[in-house]
Every structure is written in structure tokens, then in C-alpha cells.
């Protein structure tokens, strides 16, 4: 977990990736834009958070928790196992932690669940910057994309296109 840290910080100090991490603070504004009903314009998209609970940072941090405790359970089984186990489990730990994700965000008003979700937010002030306006404005074209494009798939597996 310290490596990851360690890691997403250092880079974090390269302009390019500093970039980046304000494309990634856009897509999460205009995400929550787009959940709470609001117009997919500038003005209203800066005013939300850059933190989302849903957020491949977040599952990043999820992931490592839960193979660090799962692992820890298995032992330190001869080579040839740890390494079948390791390989074996990788699914098993993207789904529990999918679904870990989705249930933190949807009780995320609880307070346990706040609190449980804290540390994935912090974690995300590593990989996210606040966006300027142009930044601000591909995230809403990208989105007004995707959901353009989820419309057309819609409408061709009801046979309407």
C-alpha cells in the first residue's frame, strides 16, 4: 500500500500527469453533474467535487485491501501455490471488489459507510486536480458521447434502429 502511495504521489508531481489527474477531476465533476440532474454546461459541472465513490481509484485501494487480508489467510503455502492462488483469485478479488464499490456508493449516507469510504476519497486527491474550463468542457463532450452512443446500442438491441 505504501508503494502505491509512494507512487501516485511522485507522479503527481510530473505537469503531464498533473494533466491527466485534472482530465480525471473533470470526468468526475461532470459525473456527478449528470447524477444529481444537472445540465451538462461549464458553470454547473465546476461547482461539484472531484471525488467520486465510484471511482477506479477507488477500487484500486479496494482491490489491494482485500488481497492483502484474503493472502494473509492463505499463508506462505510452498511456491508453486502461492503462485496458483495468486492467479486463481484475481477474479474472485475484482468481483468482491466491484460489489464492495457499488455498496459503499449506494449507502454511502450511512455513517459507516462515509467513514469506510473516506480513505478511497483521500486517495483520490492524489489522482485528481481541480479542472480548467476546456478540461472541464471534453469531459461533458465525452460524456454527451457515451451516453449518445449507449442511446444508439438501446435502440438497436430493441430493433428500433
Known amino acids: 500500500l505504501g508503494v502505491l502511495l509512494a507512487y501516485l504521489f511522485l507522479i503527481g ?9 485534472a482530465y480525471h477531476g473533470a470526468e468526475h465533476k461532470t459525473i456527478h453533474a449528470l447524477e444529481d440532474g444537472a445540465p451538462l454546461e461549464v458553470e454547473a459541472v465546476r461547482r461539484y467535487s472531484t471525488a467520486h465513490p465510484r471511482c477506479g481509484t477507488s477500487f484500486l485501494l479496494i482491490v ?8 494473509i489467510l492463505v499463508g506462505a503455502p510452498p ?5 496458483l492462488s495468486r492467479v486463481v483469485l484475481v477474479p474472485v478479488i475484482a468481483a468482491v471488489s466491484y460489489e464492495v464499490i457499488r455498496l459503499m456508493s449506494a449507502l454511502q449516507g ?20 481541480e479542472p480548467d474550463d476546456a478540461q472541464v468542457e471534453v469531459a ?14 438501446d435502440a438497436t438491441a430493441s ?3
Open 13 to 21: 508531481l510530473l505537469p503531464d500527469i498533473r494533466r491527466v489527474f
Open 64 to 71: 489491494v485491501v482485500i488481497s492483502v487480508l484474503l493472502f
Open 79 to 83: 511456491l508453486w501455490q502461492r503462485l
Open 110 to 129: 450511512n455513517r459507516v459507510m462515509r467513514a469506510l469510504l473516506r480513505p478511497s476519497l483521500w486517495l483520490q486527491s492524489l489522482t485528481t486536480r
Open 140 to 153: 461533458i463532450y465525452a460524456l454527451r458521447e457515451v451516453l449518445a452512443g449507449d442511446e444508439r446500442a
Open 159 to 161: 430493433g428500433q434502429a
